[in-house]
């Protein structure tokens, strides 16, 4: 009888069950969590950053709904070196309070072959 390898999250394995390995309850085994969105941030062209960042809070200050990549198509951003910095970029949005995540909707790029993508609006 072959059980299925599959990891666990912080639950209990049942009997029979078998796991790989276990991956803590927080699924980060010990790593930084945020690593990648540090490194995202950290080697963002500067310029673009600044940029990116106040076509966000003029986005914002419109009280609409929207995407990132709405935020480049009104804004005429070009596209960042790395599709990577978009996610950071309305993460650390989010962070100084300048929007704040509403849901998630199909991707309006068509790049994207219209994947889910968060929704974003401004922060009260």
Do not use: K
């Amino acid at each position: 009888m072959n059980a299925e390898r599959r990891p666990v999250r912080g639950g209990v394995l049942e009997a029979g069950e078998a796991s790989i390995h276990r991956i803590p309850p927080d699924g980060h085994n010990g790593e930084n969590p945020y690593a990648g969105r540090d490194q995202a941030e950290q080697h963002a062209d500067g310029w673009w950053w600044s940029c990116a960042m106040q076509a966000v809070e003029a986005m914002a200050a419109t009280g609409r709904t929207f995407q990132a990549h709405d935020v480049a198509d009104v804004y005429g951003l070009a596209d960042p070196d790395s599709p990577n910095r978009w996610g950071a970029l309305m993460g650390a949005a989010h962070r100084l309070g300048i929007v704040e995540p509403v849901g998630v909707a199909m991707s309006s790029r068509r790049s994207t072959a219209r994947s889910l993508v968060r929704t974003w609006r401004g922060a009260p």
